[in-house]
């Protein structure tokens, strides 16, 4: 089984109510950072999960209805927190990324995708079907934003479903079966169905860094997903399916308390960000 190796990196943040992610946590703005992890493989080269925020986003929102996406979550990028300056720094190319696993399409994880042309992008079945229903006006109450996907988009997509199917660890219980993206078991491709559609997830079972997985939006807080304390019922008029979205948070909740080596990473959680960075 080839090794792999993640960097976390932050890129951007919006502002929004704590208590919207923790139900008990005070009703006042706060930042989300916006996540997403670089992964290397000694096959398939520079791969990303996600992007985070990126210039593209004012673009995609300059008219209605798509403006009122930043009017209610006003997003700030840094200089030294865009995608490519940090893969820069790491003396890597855009041009380099080979391909970005998309966990959902809201805005927030996909506004990065125009920067990386020769990127295969690899998403669930159900999310694409869902995108390509929607018509302006749903999709921006929904927090996607057709006009972030590249224009040759579609024809790079490849579904989540067309790997090999394999069931997961054992110690990934509740959680059982995946998809086998490279091959040789090192990207481990999972449903996390409920937050959006089709959501995904990506388990790196032996990566440099410890067995990690990348579980995006299926938990918010990983601290308050431990205790088992879900996300505001609000929350629920802007998830794709609540009782399924409940059902991955309760196993993500039993999965985290049972493996502390394993490191979880949300991709709003700076809690699980200190906490990785802080290991590695």
């Not at 290397?40 to 403006?67: I, M, Q, V, W």
């Not at 998809?179 to 996390?192: F, K, P, V, Y």
């Not at 990506?202 to 067995?211: A, I, V």
Request: with cysteine.
């Amino acid at each position: 089984m080839n090794t792999v190796s993640v960097d976390f990196l932050k890129v951007g943040h919006c502002n929004h109510l704590a208590c919207m992610a923790v139900r008990d946590a005070a009703c006042q703005s706060t930042e989300f950072p916006s996540y997403c992890a670089l992964i290397s493989h000694p096959t398939l080269g520079h791969l990303l999960f996600d992007t985070g925020y990126a210039n593209h986003f004012d673009s995609a929102c300059a008219r209605y209805p798509e403006k009122l996406y930043k009017q209610l979550l006003p997003i700030h990028l840094p200089h030294d927190e865009q995608l490519c300056v940090q893969l820069q720094q790491r003396h890597i190319l855009p041009a380099q990324i080979a391909g970005v696993i998309i966990s959902h399409f809201h805005g927030d994880h996909v506004a990065g995708l125009k920067d990386f042309p020769k990127a295969r992008f690899i998403a669930s079945r159900a999310d694409c079907m869902h995108l390509q229903s929607l018509g302006r006006w749903r999709a921006t109450t929904q927090g996607i934003l057709p006009g972030l996907l590249p224009t040759d988009f579609w024809p790079r997509v490849q579904y989540a479903d067309t790997f090999a199917p394999l069931d997961l660890p054992g110690w990934m219980a509740p959680f059982d079966r995946g998809w086998d993206m490279a091959g040789d078991g090192s990207l481990l491709l999972i449903d996390l169905s409920g937050h959006s559609a089709g959501q995904l997830g990506l388990l790196l079972p032996h990566s440099q860094q410890g067995p990690v997985l990348l579980c995006a939006d299926a938990c918010w807080s990983l601290p308050a997903c431990q205790r088992g304390a879900l996300p505001s019922p609000l929350v629920g008029f802007f998830t794709a399916n609540w009782r399924r979205y409940k059902h991955t948070f309760t196993n993500l909740s039993t999965l985290s308390r049972r493996e502390p080596e394993l490191s979880i990473l949300p991709s709003h959680c700076p809690d699980a960000f200190r906490k990785f960075h802080g290991k590695h």
